[in-house]
């Protein structure tokens, strides 16, 4: 699974520190989940979608749907 996690991140002007806390989980988390080494849970995808601006279907992708 990939994501566009730190695309939109930079797009809006965030830290990985500040979307963690937004999100409620901690930096490293947000590391993980920029390279593609952590798959969110359902929840923490909806969160970060959110906060995002954003569709869950959007932010993340499966590789085989490329």
Not at 30 to 41: A, D, Q, R, T
């Amino acid at each position: 699974m990939t994501n566009r996690i730190k695309e939109l991140r930079v797009k809006f002007g965030m830290t990985q520190e500040e979307l963690a806390k937004k999100v409620n989980v901690r930096r490293e988390t947000i590391v993980f989940l920029e390279k593609n080494k952590y798959n969110p849970s359902l929840r923490l995808a909806f969160d970060l979608a959110k906060t995002l601006e954003i569709s869950v279907e959007d932010l993340f992708s499966f590789d085989d749907e490329k």
